[in-house]
């Protein structure tokens, strides 16, 4: 399984780049991208450098334009056409109807389906197969059984999964709204809360580790390409994210038991956890 | 201006042909998990106590969902015909596999989910997506919760808006919310609904219900509504 990994900066893509990372990715100011608009980059010639550089290395970088919003339809597409120019190998999509604005204006850039169009069976993926995507990015929140049909697609479409293990909200991501707007007031991450109702407290359900490191396994065994780092605005910890991914399948490739593997995976999970404490920042958002 | 109600299939079976008559449409099944989509049966009951229009709601869906959503529409539809049923859908392989099994005859209207897409960032009606859904899937209503979508437009739209309150949804999960797994369905929320508190929640409490998360909504009017959608909601746990 290879890697991806959402970037920031150069000095970001550097480090990953000299640690293995086989694909970059990162959001365009000009563009809508999910969450950590901060560290999206502003100039087309920044892009174009992380891009030769990664190019340099073999590896390869993508843009994400995983939010809808009408009014950048037009910068969308200028800006699609500055970024290939630049050297930007594929466009990470949402929404149906870009994929037709695309097509019209001729953007060829190669296509990758985001996780936020949702493709929880193989007929999204195949109605999506219609629309040029080379790739699919999987939902947290489905298992590799239940991914059988898109992981083995007869389109040749490649999947990518996120870093379960560290990577997995307990509502579905892109459909949660407890970040933002509507309780202005809440502080991020209200899902790992306690509630109190009349018959005790309550917690939104939460998978372990264990539970994590299986899927994890599963996705692995069931022949996912791809293992994606998302783009959190916390570099230390995307650091720390990435040295702990490339652990875990290191051991997969190992060909463990999935009880070994569990078992195992835990005990790096624990032996990193004081270094995910120490760089934790509360209120971050991921991207 | 329609009145609906919407009903999991359990409220379904109990409610009384007397309780629905005031209604111009009845959804069944949930926009949030797909294991409370409804059965055949379900339907069929619901059908024989109630005369007006029936929508059945769906949610994301796996393989095995997609092809009993596929199976229930079919039968909906040859059953008690097109004029009668609608789809609320909420994934695109569904709604891809309804205009080529029923070639564009089927009445569906954007999920809340779907809907949810647009919301994001933006907080806008995104007219090329709606447009798009329209053009490919022959879309004509949008299911929506949050007056949000509506601020901005004035009533030159072409589609009608099903507007539903008490409950907007906040969030959704594919967790069951009693057990800590999925998506295996033992029906262990029995159609409760969780009244959450927390210090935090200056706007009051949410709600759990559906494996979904959501505020209270006041009704809201606006041109472009031409059905409010009614869930039962007391807020408690039952």
Same mark, same amino acid.
């Given at each position: 399984?290879?890697?991806?990994?959402?970037?920031?900066?150069?000095?970001?893509?550097?480090?990953?780049?000299?640690?293995?990372?086989?694909?970059?990715?990162?959001?365009?100011?000009?563009?809508?991208?999910?969450?950590?608009?901060?560290?999206?980059?502003?100039?087309?010639?920044?892009?174009?450098?992380?891009?030769?550089?990664?190019?340099?290395?073999?590896?390869?970088?993508?843009?994400?334009?995983?939010?809808?919003?009408?009014?950048?339809?037009?910068?969308?597409?200028?800006?699609?056409?500055?970024?290939?120019?630049?050297?930007?190998?594929?466009?990470?999509?949402?929404?149906?109807?870009?994929?037709?604005?695309?097509?019209?204006?001729?953007?060829?850039?190669?296509?990758?389906?985001?996780?936020?169009?949702?493709?929880?069976?193989?007929?999204?993926?195949?109605?999506?197969?219609?629309?040029?995507?080379?790739?699919?990015?999987?939902?947290?929140?489905?298992?590799?059984?239940?991914?059988?049909?898109?992981?083995?697609?007869?389109?040749?479409?490649?999947?990518?999964?996120?870093?379960?293990?560290?990577?997995?909200?307990?509502?579905?991501?892109?459909?949660?709204?407890?970040?933002?707007?509507?309780?202005?007031?809440?502080?991020?991450?209200?899902?790992?809360?306690?509630?109190?109702?009349?018959?005790?407290?309550?917690?939104?359900?939460?998978?372990?580790?264990?539970?994590?490191?299986?899927?994890?396994?599963?996705?692995?065994?069931?022949?996912?390409?791809?293992?994606?780092?998302?783009?959190?605005?916390?570099?230390?910890?995307?650091?720390?994210?990435?040295?702990?991914?490339?652990?875990?399948?290191?051991?997969?490739?190992?060909?463990?038991?999935?009880?070994?593997?569990?078992?195992?995976?835990?005990?790096?999970?624990?032996?990193?956890?004081?270094?995910?404490?120490?760089?934790?920042?509360?209120?971050?958002?991921?991207? | 201006?329609?009145?609906?109600?919407?009903?999991?299939?359990?409220? +379904? $079976?109990?409610? *009384?042909?007397? /309780? &629905?008559?005031?209604?111009? #449409?009845?959804?069944? %099944?949930?926009?949030?998990?797909?294991?409370?989509?409804?059965?055949?049966?379900?339907?069929?009951?619901?059908?024989?106590?109630?005369?007006?229009?029936?929508?059945?709601?769906?949610?994301?869906?796996?393989? +095995? $969902?997609?092809? *009993?959503?596929? /199976? &229930?529409?079919?039968?909906? #539809?040859?059953?008690? %015909?097109?004029?009668?049923?609608?789809?609320?859908?909420?994934?695109?392989?569904?709604?891809?596999?309804?205009?080529?099994?029923?070639?564009?005859?089927?009445?569906?209207?954007?999920?809340?989910?779907?809907?949810?897409?647009?919301?994001?960032?933006?907080?806008?009606?995104?007219?090329?997506?709606?447009?798009?859904?329209?053009?490919?899937?022959?879309?004509?209503?949008?299911?929506?919760?949050?007056?949000?979508?509506?601020?901005?437009?004035?009533?030159?739209?072409?589609?009608?808006?099903?507007?539903?309150?008490?409950?907007?949804?906040?969030?959704?999960?594919?967790?069951?919310?009693?057990?800590?797994?999925?998506?295996?369905?033992?029906?262990?929320?029995?159609?409760?609904?969780?009244?959450?508190?927390?210090?935090?929640?200056?706007?009051?409490?949410?709600?759990?219900?559906?494996?979904?998360?959501?505020?209270?909504?006041?009704?809201?009017?606006?041109?472009?509504?031409?059905?409010?959608?009614?869930?039962?909601?007391?807020?408690?746990?039952?």
């Amino acid at each position: 399984m290879r890697t991806t990994v959402g970037i920031s900066t150069l000095a970001e893509a550097r480090h990953f780049l000299e640690r293995g990372a086989d694909e970059l990715y990162c959001g365009f100011a000009a563009m809508p991208s999910h969450r950590a608009s901060a560290g999206s980059f502003r100039t087309v010639a920044e892009v174009g450098a992380i891009a030769s550089l990664a190019h340099r290395r073999g590896a390869k970088l993508f843009v994400a334009v995983n939010e809808i919003n009408t009014n950048l339809n037009s910068a969308i597409v200028k800006s699609l056409r500055s970024l290939e120019a630049a050297g930007v190998d594929a466009v990470i999509l949402r929404d149906p109807a870009l994929f037709s604005i695309l097509d019209a204006e001729g953007v060829k850039m190669t296509r990758i389906l985001s996780s936020l169009a949702f493709a929880f069976n193989s007929k999204t993926l195949e109605y999506f197969h219609g629309l040029g995507i080379k790739r699919v990015t999987l939902p947290q929140q489905i298992t590799a059984a239940e991914a059988k049909a898109i992981i083995k697609n007869p389109y040749g479409i490649e999947t990518e999964i996120f870093f379960i293990p560290r990577d997995f909200c307990s509502n579905i991501d892109g459909l949660c709204f407890f970040t933002k707007h509507e309780y202005g007031c809440v502080p991020h991450f209200l899902c790992r809360n306690t509630f109190s109702t009349p018959n005790g407290d309550y917690r939104m359900p939460q998978l372990d580790a264990e539970t994590l490191l299986g899927m994890l396994y599963d996705y692995h065994k069931a022949g996912a390409h791809y293992l994606k780092i998302s783009r959190t605005e916390n570099f230390p910890e995307r650091m720390i994210m990435f040295k702990e991914a490339r652990l875990l399948l290191d051991m997969l490739e190992k060909k463990p038991s999935r009880a070994a593997f569990t078992a195992k995976g835990g005990e790096i999970m624990r032996r990193l956890a004081g270094l995910y404490e120490t760089y934790s920042t509360p209120g971050e958002n991921k991207g | 201006m329609e009145k609906a109600l919407s009903l999991t299939p359990g409220q +379904a $079976a109990k409610a *009384s042909s007397s /309780s &629905l008559k005031r209604f111009d #449409a009845v959804y069944i %099944g949930s926009e949030t998990c797909q294991n409370l989509l409804a059965s055949r049966a379900d339907v069929d009951a619901l059908a024989a106590k109630f005369k007006g229009t029936i929508v059945l709601s769906t949610a994301l869906l796996d393989e +095995a $969902a997609l092809e *009993s959503a596929l /199976s &229930l529409a079919g039968h909906a #539809a040859r059953k008690f %015909g097109y004029d009668r049923i609608e789809v609320a859908v909420n994934d695109y392989g569904f709604l891809s596999e309804l205009k080529r099994e029923h070639k564009g005859r089927m009445k569906v209207s954007a999920g809340r989910l779907m809907m949810l897409n647009i919301l994001g960032v933006w907080r806008q009606i995104d007219t090329p997506y709606l447009t798009y859904l329209s053009e490919n899937f022959g879309v004509a209503a949008l299911e929506a919760d949050n007056p949000f979508y509506l601020y901005k437009r004035g009533p030159e739209s072409p589609f009608a808006v099903h507007f539903h309150t008490p409950l907007r949804l906040l969030a959704t999960t594919r967790y069951c919310a009693y057990s800590d797994k999925f998506p295996a369905c033992g029906r262990l929320c029995r159609d409760r609904q969780l009244k959450l508190k927390n210090t935090q929640l200056k706007g009051g409490f949410i709600v759990s219900f559906n494996n979904g998360y959501y505020m209270r909504e006041k009704p809201f009017s606006h041109p472009l509504v031409t059905r409010t959608v009614h869930t039962p909601a007391d807020g408690k746990s039952s």
